[in-house]
């Protein structure tokens, strides 16, 4: 996992100007218990939650009250044994983000089309329907492999 200052809103990390940020809670779920907790540290490595049993999992940001979230604070994510699947959350200031939510009589900047229009063409912006297509996989072959198994 990987926490960092969306500065542009994006939903993407640029390498310019959006910087790692620390002192953010990941919480790491399965079935709806917490298997764990980990508290950034800014250092811009991502952290791996290891040893992890092939499942499907929820993986939360919850910031700290002077940062919001850019896009979902929760994904769901399939693992398979050997497997690495990157999750980024990208933050605001509360501040900039209450800024960015509209400027004056409702109009809307060309800046904020913009990035409104990269995000709903990027592939970040369907990467939740990803994550659910391959646990859907991962289910129906877990589900074929005991059909087999105790037909045996």
Do not use: H, K
């Amino acid at each position: 996992v990987q926490v960092y200052e969306d500065a542009n809103g994006d939903g993407t990390r640029s390498d310019v100007g959006e910087n790692p940020i620390a002192d953010q809670a990941i919480t790491l779920r399965r079935g709806g218990s917490t298997i764990s907790t980990y508290i950034t540290d800014g250092s811009g490595d991502l952290y791996c939650f290891e040893s992890l049993e092939a499942d499907t999992y929820q993986v939360q940001i919850d910031p700290t009250a002077d940062y919001v979230v850019v896009g979902d604070n929760r994904w769901a994510v399939a693992m398979a044994e050997g497997v690495m699947i990157p999750v980024s959350f990208g933050l605001q200031s509360a501040g900039d983000a209450v800024a960015a939510a509209g400027t004056p009589d409702g109009a809307e900047s060309p800046e904020s089309d913009a990035a409104a229009e990269s995000t709903e063409s990027g592939i970040a912006s369907n990467m939740g329907l990803v994550v659910l297509g391959i646990a859907g996989v991962l289910i129906l072959v877990a589900g074929a492999g005991v059909y087999l198994l105790r037909r045996g």
